[in-house]
């Protein structure tokens, strides 16, 4: 389980891996998710989830999300070394990176100052005096900090009232952010917020089968970071697939089998059948 969760850069390189894949002309962003066969209902979900949102790549500025796919692993993984990730891709026919970069400055810097915590632990803070304002979402008992930065970016904070991660994570969010707005009657001169230094990894092993073509994601890794002090905060993620050809496997039946002849319409199979060793003879001709 991970405490952070960074769709856009699996996005990207799901996208990537269709437009390797097909070695199509026309731009990635002319495929769409639906291209992939899913194996799983973990994965159908996620694929017809986000597919209508693929215009929102558009979104992204220059630079803020960008997209590698090779045959050469090991250049790949000088990608993610230069670019200050950790993990790794093993040796596979081809592979894809993502990475998504974004970094903000408050509108108004604040203050270094710590925080002791219910436990009574000191820890690194910053405090705001200016550039936020503060929302109460009718459906959520804690009040909401919206922080405004040099950039039309918003970053958004308030209590956890649970421990949530993964997927349940970002539908937690987007429960608290499109509930409707209450207005937040208390005066609130100043916000004290933690420092967050934030560096994890993950196997997402959910992708892991997908298909794309006669390739499926043999490797999915993600490795998330998040930043946050008194001058603005940086999310960082990179996405890393490793793909295989599909292995093709030939059902063969070799031991006693049933057989049914069905009629669209008919209550009752026109024909059924247990068939064993003793009937596995060639016809010649099923007509005679």
Request: net charge negative.
């Amino acid at each position: 389980m991970i405490s952070s969760m960074a769709i856009w850069p699996i996005i990207a390189a799901l996208m990537g891996a269709i437009g390797c894949v097909h070695q199509d002309v026309q731009p990635i962003r002319a495929w769409d998710l639906i291209t992939a066969q899913p194996v799983t209902q973990v994965q159908k979900d996620f694929l017809y989830r986000y597919n209508p949102m693929l215009g929102d790549l558009e979104l992204f500025k220059p630079g803020e999300l960008r997209t590698w796919a090779s045959a050469n692993i090991e250049w790949l993984n000088r990608i993610l070394e230069q670019e200050g990730f950790s993990i790794r891709l093993n040796p596979c026919p081809f592979g894809v990176v993502a990475i998504m970069d974004i970094a903000v400055q408050w509108e108004k810097a604040g203050s270094v100052t710590s925080l002791v915590d219910v436990n009574d632990v000191e820890y690194a803070a910053f405090a705001l005096d200016k550039g936020f304002s503060i929302h109460q979402p009718s459906g959520y008992a804690h009040p909401v900090i919206c922080i405004n930065t040099q950039t039309e970016d918003t970053v958004w904070i308030t209590v956890a009232d649970e421990p949530v991660t993964d997927m349940a994570l970002l539908d937690k969010i987007n429960q608290i952010r499109t509930s409707p707005v209450l207005e937040y009657a208390r005066k609130c001169d100043k916000v004290i917020i933690p420092m967050i230094n934030y560096d994890e990894t993950a196997e997402l092993d959910w992708l892991r089968g997908l298909a794309i073509g006669k390739y499926h994601i043999d490797q999915a890794k993600q490795q998330t970071k998040f930043k946050m002090n008194e001058s603005g905060a940086r999310a960082q993620s990179a996405a890393a697939f490793g793909m295989r050809c599909c292995i093709t496997h030939d059902v063969t039946i070799d031991t006693p089998f049933f057989v049914w002849i069905e009629r669209p319409g008919m209550h009752e199979p026109l024909f059924v059948g247990y068939m064993d060793q003793q009937y596995w003879k060639n016809p010649s001709d099923i007509n005679a």
